[in-house]
């Protein structure tokens, strides 16, 4: 369980509404605490991620949370613009070609350009160096949705097959043996154990491993109840809100009606388990707990984080 942990770059995928967002800052918060200079990425601006980890929005430029973490948001427009201002250093020349309406066109019209910028920007982040040393020792990256964010894993190798030799096919190479190289990336999924998410992480998985040919992480099931109450526990609180009047009755009723219902949620999360765990063999599966909070915040995170810890099986933490 420790291999999908121990890369630097992992890329967070799932259905919308599974809480990939809330996973991918558990997983910010996880390296941060262990000693890792962390960046925190989301892939499309707007987004929550700045916010559930308690920092300010922040495009293109990555902003400072804590001494281990900070957090950037990318817009796939503006990293074409910072990339062109690394490869065209005459600032008279680029504020030309920025203004031109040939460009202005070319953005609005090339297909996949600002996903393929977008990821881009992500090599960048993760080969870049300050002095003798990467920039960053962990890189965590919020996708979009299922869907949309393979479509941006998929852009670097539609470039690299599409273009010829020169420039564009160069760089989607290069970004393309990095997404590939299982000793640095992972790509986990998130999912909860219900019947259409577990089905859409299955399909992903497949996709993952086959045609993009990327290194497959942990598949990590978020919200799992768990069965607190034996069925003859529930029952017999049910007859205790039956032979008891007023306020009383009306408490058990709703503690019986509660419990009920949690365990429900329990047989049905274990049955889709169960489906993952026998679909997929051998892949690391982590659990995390459906967590009852009035206000999800940054206490919840760090549960989260710690359970993920605890369920990847990590060796201990660096000191500083």
Same mark, same amino acid.
Request: hydrophobic share 45%; net charge neutral; proline share 6%.
């Given at each position: 369980?420790?291999?999908?942990?121990?890369?630097?770059?992992? $890329?967070? @995928?799932?259905?919308?509404?599974?809480?990939?967002?809330?996973?991918?800052?558990?997983?910010?918060?996880?390296?941060?605490?262990? #000693?890792?200079?962390?960046?925190?990425?989301?892939? &499309?601006?707007?987004?929550?991620?700045?916010?559930?980890?308690?920092?300010?929005?922040?495009?293109?430029?990555?902003?400072?949370? +804590?001494?281990?973490?900070?957090?950037?948001?990318?817009?796939?427009?503006?990293?074409?613009?910072?990339?062109?201002?690394? @490869?065209?250093?005459?600032?008279?020349?680029?504020?030309?070609?920025?203004?031109?309406?040939?460009?202005?066109? $070319?953005?609005?019209? %090339?297909?996949?350009?600002?996903?393929?910028?977008?990821?881009?920007?992500? *090599?960048?982040?993760? /080969?870049?160096?300050?002095?003798?040393?990467?920039?960053?020792?962990?890189?965590?990256? +919020?996708?979009? %949705?299922?869907?949309?964010?393979?479509?941006?894993?998929?852009?670097?190798?539609?470039?690299?097959?599409?273009?010829?030799?020169?420039?564009?096919?160069?760089?989607?190479?290069?970004?393309?043996?990095?997404?590939? +190289?299982?000793? /640095?990336?992972?790509?986990?999924?998130?999912?909860?154990?219900?019947?259409?998410?577990?089905?859409? /992480?299955?399909?992903?998985?497949?996709?993952?491993?086959?045609?993009?040919?990327?290194?497959?992480?942990?598949?990590?099931?978020?919200?799992?109840?768990?069965?607190? $109450?034996?069925?003859? @526990?529930?029952?017999? @609180?049910?007859?205790? %809100?039956?032979?008891?009047? #007023? +306020? &009383?009755?009306?408490?058990?009723?709703?503690?019986?009606?509660?419990?009920?219902?949690?365990?429900? *949620?329990?047989?049905?999360?274990?049955?889709?388990?169960?489906?993952?765990? /026998?679909?997929?063999?051998?892949?690391?599966?982590? &659990?995390?707990?459906?967590? $009852?909070?009035?206000?999800?915040?940054?206490?919840?995170?760090?549960?989260?984080?710690?359970?993920?810890?605890?369920?990847?099986?990590?060796?201990?933490?660096?000191?500083?």
């Amino acid at each position: 369980m420790t291999a999908p942990f121990a890369r630097r770059l992992h $890329f967070v @995928v799932g259905k919308g509404g599974v809480g990939k967002t809330t996973v991918s800052a558990a997983l910010a918060r996880l390296f941060a605490r262990r #000693g890792h200079r962390t960046l925190a990425v989301e892939m &499309e601006a707007g987004g929550r991620l700045p916010a559930v980890l308690g920092g300010p929005p922040s495009v293109g430029t990555p902003s400072a949370i +804590d001494a281990n973490l900070s957090v950037v948001s990318i817009d796939g427009r503006a990293a074409l613009e910072e990339y062109l201002g690394l @490869v065209i250093p005459v600032r008279r020349l680029l504020s030309t070609v920025f203004s031109s309406r040939i460009y202005q066109y $070319f953005v609005a019209a %090339a297909p996949g350009l600002k996903e393929l910028m977008t990821v881009g920007k992500v *090599w960048y982040e993760a /080969t870049r160096r300050e002095g003798t040393r990467p920039a960053w020792d962990v890189i965590i990256v +919020d996708a979009p %949705a299922t869907g949309h964010g393979l479509h941006y894993l998929r852009m670097p190798q539609a470039a690299r097959d599409t273009f010829g030799a020169g420039l564009v096919q160069r760089e989607a190479t290069r970004v393309v043996e990095l997404l590939q +190289d299982p000793a /640095t990336t992972a790509v986990h999924l998130v999912t909860l154990a219900e019947d259409m998410p577990v089905t859409e /992480t299955l399909e992903a998985h497949a996709q993952i491993a086959g045609p993009l040919h990327l290194p497959v992480g942990a598949v990590i099931v978020n919200r799992m109840h768990a069965r607190r $109450f034996a069925p003859d @526990v529930i029952e017999r @609180v049910g007859r205790a %809100a039956e032979a008891a009047h #007023g +306020d &009383e009755s009306t408490i058990l009723a709703a503690v019986a009606a509660r419990a009920a219902e949690e365990s429900g *949620w329990a047989a049905i999360n274990a049955q889709h388990a169960e489906r993952l765990r /026998t679909a997929l063999g051998q892949a690391p599966i982590v &659990e995390l707990p459906y967590l $009852f909070a009035e206000e999800f915040g940054a206490a919840e995170i760090e549960l989260l984080s710690r359970r993920l810890e605890e369920g990847a099986a990590l060796p201990a933490a660096r000191r500083a």
